[in-house]
């Protein structure tokens, strides 16, 4: 919004204050508390002026300036705070008056832009279309909330075009579940160290297995989401998988869980045993379990930067004429499907 707006706005505001006295007054109101009401609209308007300028007020200055005392100016100051703060909604900005001791005088700080820009809601929109984590119905009903709520009104229509053919053709996953409240109940669960238990539809076939776990974290990956979690049975963990000594979590499809409750029991993982999600995130590829494990490859396309990306710890050790040579740390069997589907342009060395 701008200058003339907010303006506008304490005018208004001020207007209504001075009808509401009159009112309770009985319609009547003398020649002098009209100049006092018309004389603080001028003393406010002139010093949220300043302050929206880039300026500083001096409350002595503005106090001597105006003819009133330094605890008006002080007042006067709180219901600049007060719009300010009361105005946000209309901004997307939060702006608030400090004081700075060193210079005895009040100043404008911009906190905070609580709105996104146009710019920002078409690439957040383009990247959950390209996601396809969500049914059809879903994806429609978030991309018009954040047009609506995040986009000024005068550019909705251009952000809905720059979509909407990518919206027409969208390919929801194929398992068609509609998953976000089972993901928000994880998701307490984590912050409040609850186990879980959950009936899981496996990935090969029609089983469903029932597991006690302590959920860890949720994650993103090519199309899915994923919750990591600790299985709680040692003897389940030592029969099904190749992981009893390792320090990572199993992963589970989100959409694939048939059914979970939350325990009132909780665990405890001491600090210095923290399951670091960043950490784990560089490591793991295609969501596959497995252990940690290190790979050293040669790669020989154009992009080392695509390779980076791909693996966050990748360094490459050599580079000459037969290429890069890389090694990453990586966890999970997910690895040798992503340099299998390299082809010619990667040769594993050591994996």
């Known amino acids: 919004m701008n200058l003339l707006y907010n303006l506008y706005i304490i005018v208004y505001v001020k207007i209504l204050q001075y009808r509401g006295t009159r009112l309770r007054n009985g319609g009547k109101m003398s020649t002098e508390n009209e100049f006092e009401k018309n004389g603080k609209m001028e ?23 105006y003819g009133v005392s330094a605890r008006s100016i002080q007042r006067d100051i709180e219901e600049i705070r007060n719009f300010l703060s009361f105005n946000v909604a209309n901004t997307g ?39 396809r984590a969500f049914t059809k119905k879903e994806m429609d009903s978030m991309l018009q909330r954040l047009v609506d709520c995040c986009v000024k009104p ?24 509609v998953f976000i409240d089972t993901m928000w109940k994880i998701g307490e669960a984590i912050q409040k160290c609850r186990y879980i238990e959950i009936e899981y539809q496996k990935m090969k ?6 597991r006690k776990l302590k959920p860890v974290s949720i994650l993103f ?10 299985i709680d049975d040692a003897d389940e963990v030592r029969e099904h ?8 979590p199993t992963i589970y499809r989100i959409d694939r869980i048939k059914k979970l409750k939350i325990l009132r029991e909780q665990f405890h993982i001491p600090y210095k045993d923290r399951f670091e999600e960043g950490e784990f995130r560089k490591r793991v590829q295609f969501m596959y379990g497995g252990k940690l494990q290190r790979v050293k490859f040669r790669y020989k396309g154009d992009s080392i930067e695509a390779v980076k990306d791909r693996l966050p710890t990748a360094e490459v050790i050599r580079h000459d004429e037969d290429g890069y040579v890389v090694t990453a740390e990586v966890f999970g069997k997910g690895i040798g499907m992503w340099l ?11 994996i």
């Open 93 to 131: 900005v939060i702006n608030t008056v400090e004081y700075d001791r060193t210079r005895d005088s009040y100043h404008l700080v911009q906190a905070a832009h609580m709105k996104f820009t146009n710019s920002e809601i078409l690439a957040i929109c383009k990247i959950l279309l390209d996601s």
């Open 241 to 248: 998988f190749d992981v009893m000594n390792d320090s990572f």
């Open 43 to 65: 003393r406010i308007l002139g010093m949220y002026t300043t302050l929206m300028n880039g300026g500083s007020l001096y409350k002595a200055q503005e106090a001597e300036k």
């Open 205 to 210: 076939g029609q089983e469903v297995v029932k």
């Open 221 to 230: 990956s090519e199309f899915y989401f994923y919750m990591t979690a600790f």
């Open 340 to 350: 299998r589907s390299q082809g010619e342009m990667v040769e594993v060395m050591e």
């Open 154 to 177: 005068e550019n909705h229509k251009m952000v809905k075009e720059l979509i909407q053919n990518e919206q027409f053709y969208y390919v929801p996953p194929q398992h068609n579940t």
